[in-house]
């Protein structure tokens, strides 16, 4: 069974400065995805960025970027020149490849940007 | 292009009232998914569907039934509401068992009293 640890329940930053989130995951699959999505208030969950683990190069979508080791199973989440529309929580989730329907998500990271 | 849309929005039952939770997608999706989030935790998954006419329980799946209606609705029922129940309910669709980015709804607040 594949299990995600989000050790962070809150953080807080000021605005512009550049924050990481942390991420770790247990699994006996090769072939997997890992994704973070942030939950505003509005509750809506929404994509923020992907990573196929067969991919060396860490992903990146603008200010959002990952820094993903396979071997430590690892899969950070660092927003640059944070903004107050990232205030959210941010949810890390782990899905296997072919055959698992499953998304595992981790608890979340309340972060809270400083005006 | 609405992406996945849920009905209703909020939601009050009584203890033993049912009800059914509304899902839809216009991206062509195979794949629709059911999930609940309780505070302090993560998303759980109740019921998926991979494809038109197949259904698969989750990690969650007592007390809920679902129907996949047709390739772009997927409900979730509850015969028998009980406080336990009470919950966000999220939505969610992907391409496929491949392709298999889910894109979520705004999510159903239900409460049962």
């Known amino acids: 069974a594949q299990t995600v640890t989000q050790s962070q329940p809150e953080m807080s930053v000021q605005e512009a400065e550049t924050v990481t989130l942390s991420c770790t995951y247990d699994?006996?699959?090769?072939?997997?995805?890992l994704f973070w999505y942030k939950q505003p208030p509005s509750r809506q969950m929404i994509l923020v960025i992907r990573q196929e683990a067969y991919k060396q190069q860490n992903a990146t979508e603008n200010r959002f970027s990952v820094n993903f080791q396979k071997a430590a199973k690892s899969f950070s989440l660092k927003i640059s020149d944070s903004q107050l529309g990232d205030t959210a929580m941010y949810f890390c989730a782990f899905i296997a490849n072919f055959g698992n329907e499953k998304l595992t998500f981790g608890t979340g990271t309340r972060l809270t940007i400083i005006p | 292009n609405a992406g996945v849309t849920q009905t209703p929005k909020f939601q009050v039952l009584k203890t033993g009232q049912s009800m059914t939770l509304q899902c839809a997608q216009d991206?062509?999706?195979?794949?629709m998914y059911w999930y609940r989030q309780d505070p302090g935790m993560g998303l759980r998954l109740i019921y998926y569907?991979?494809?038109?006419?197949?259904?698969d329980k989750g990690e969650v799946p007592n007390g809920y039934n679902v129907s996949r209606l047709n390739k772009r609705e997927f409900s979730l029922r509850l015969e028998s509401a009980a406080p336990s129940q009470t919950s966000v309910y999220f939505c969610?669709?992907?391409?496929?068992?491949?392709?298999?980015?889910?894109?979520f709804g705004p999510g159903t607040r239900l409460t049962v009293l």
């Open positions: 699994t006996s699959e090769s072939n997997y995805y």
């Open positions: 569907s991979a494809s038109e006419g197949t259904t």
């Open positions: 991206m062509n999706h195979n794949s």
């Open positions: 969610a669709s992907s391409e496929s068992r491949v392709m298999n980015t889910q894109y």
